[in-house]
């Protein structure tokens, strides 16, 4: 007798639970190496089995403006800010709130009122800059929050915030709570997937920690899905294997880690058996999917000139409808740029020029096959931009500093009402006057409008049940349709 064989014959309570989750094992491995078999529907369950109740939402796109867009200079009109042109911002308004290192040394704080003018759009009345003439035709299609706010005040934490539910590293991304709870409606694509595009060199870099599974299996970590010959890394075989080759290895890896399952039951096995089995399916269908050469020339009349540069946010929003068509659960498409402390009258041109044709027309996009009556679009940034400028201010030129106490994010689709603004900001632009929404509040209501209960959606962590809102949020019920 080998020692496996002794190994195996030890009758203890360890060999007991480990040959008879033996079956268990394999039957989880099998699911994951060819989920058809188990589920009719050729999906795989999440962790809570079916949604708490209904889901409104199928599918999200969250469209992050990484660096922080200026809602005075986009959506949040303030005329006030005109007439006060140059003065101090008022103590009494400030009222000793925490600024950034950048501006807290100024001697004065001026008023800074856009350089570009507004206009009311479609029933909603909603205020936009003449900076996004795409997005204001399509103003009856979005909600607006006017009111959003986030206690962190630097980019790094405030966007790893939004996205985690923390200020810290190391807890899972909102797509990966999204693939945990409700799993995954393609057996061939990630649930979860990453598209990463630039408006403007030189602006806040991203991690991958905004897309990490966290504590929770490997399996719902973010994809980032790149442009280029090779759109996921390490996917494609490496010279001297062929698809046949990379099966057979692949089916005798799946033996070893079922015999290493049985003796240290840790499930993290399965899942990164899991991800091989992904990488395998996804050789056939990430090229499908990527594949927009067969797109109309209206499509790319309507998503813009870019999206026919690979890598592009017009690209990417086009590859993102995409990829919803293929039942991808979850995608998180971040453009960086927004970061603008000075010279922005020129520089938030160029980056609205980057995404406003392209946002507009992902959503008309949608509507038009019918897919936006299950997806829900998002598009805002990590925090707002101050009302005064930092450094000098002239007619011509100004920046703006972090502005975490209140900004605008839009949303459009399922689940939300159409022309709708929520919120109310002061006629400073600074404070809030009406109807906050915290960034967990935000999270609630998202994640109540997948059919889930985001008090219910709990991992197990060293001790402590975590969730995505963690001890915080409330579901803002007036945006619901």
């Not at 698809?243 to 880690?257: E, F, I, P």
């Not at 809030?432 to 935000?442: E, L, S, Y």
Request: aromatic fraction near 10%; glycine fraction near 8%; include cysteine.
């Amino acid at each position: 007798m080998d020692l496996e064989d002794e190994i195996h014959d030890i009758q203890s309570r360890r060999t007991f639970l480990g040959r008879t989750s033996a079956g268990i094992g394999t039957l989880a491995l099998a699911s994951l190496l060819n989920p058809g078999k188990l589920f009719a529907s050729g999906s795989e369950t999440g962790a809570l089995g079916k949604p708490h109740f209904p889901p409104k939402v199928k599918r999200v796109i969250y469209l992050f403006q990484s660096g922080a867009p200026s809602q005075l200079d986009l959506f949040d009109y303030k005329p006030r800010l005109e007439t006060m042109w140059g003065q101090d911002l008022p103590e009494s308004v400030r009222k000793g709130q925490r600024l950034t290192g950048m501006t807290a040394g100024q001697s004065r704080f001026p008023l800074a009122a856009s350089r570009f003018s507004f206009k009311q759009y479609g029933q909603s009345r909603m205020w936009m800059s003449e900076l996004l003439p795409h997005t204001s035709r399509i103003v009856d299609d979005l909600s607006f929050i006017r009111t959003m706010h986030t206690e962190a005040i630097n980019h790094d934490p405030a966007v790893t915030f939004f996205q985690t539910g923390s200020q810290q590293g190391g807890r899972p991304s909102f797509g990966s709570w999204v693939s945990y709870g409700l799993g995954s409606d393609n057996q061939n694509l990630p649930a979860f997937v990453v598209l990463l595009s630039k408006g403007r060199n030189g602006d806040q870099p991203l991690y991958a920690k905004l897309w990490s599974n966290g504590f929770l299996p490997s399996v719902h970590q973010g994809v980032v899905f790149r442009s280029g010959p090779d759109p996921v890394f390490y996917l494609n075989n490496p010279p001297g294997i062929d698809k046949t080759s990379r099966r057979r290895m692949l089916d005798y890896l799946g033996k070893l880690h079922q015999e290493q399952y049985k003796q240290v039951l840790d499930p993290e096995i399965n899942h990164r058996m899991a991800q091989y089995e992904m990488a395998y399916r996804m050789q056939t269908s990430v090229p499908e999917t990527l594949d927009i050469a067969k797109e109309p020339a209206y499509i790319f009349d309507l998503y813009g000139p870019d999206s026919r540069k690979p890598g592009t946010f017009a690209a990417n929003c086009l590859l993102a409808r995409k990829l919803i068509e293929k039942d991808v659960k979850f995608v998180q498409l971040y453009h960086q740029g927004w970061d603008q402390h000075g010279n922005l009258p020129n520089d938030i041109k160029i980056q609205t020029k980057s995404v406003d044709q392209a946002s507009a027309a992902l959503v008309m996009d949608l509507k038009q096959r019918g897919l936006l009556d299950e997806t829900l679009v998002i598009w805002g940034g990590e925090f707002g931009r101050t009302n005064y400028s930092q450094g000098k201010l002239t007619r011509d030129n100004y920046g703006r500093d972090h502005h975490p106490r209140c900004f605008t994010v839009w949303m459009a689709g399922a689940g939300i009402k159409k022309s709708m603004v929520y919120g109310e900001t002061d006629e400073f632009g600074y404070n809030i006057a009406r109807d906050p929404v915290h960034v967990h509040d935000f999270q609630a209501t998202i994640m109540h409008l997948m059919g889930v209960d985001h008090e219910k959606l709990t991992f197990k962590h060293q001790g402590r049940r975590y969730r995505l809102t963690d001890v915080h949020g409330k579901v803002v019920k007036p945006l619901l349709a």
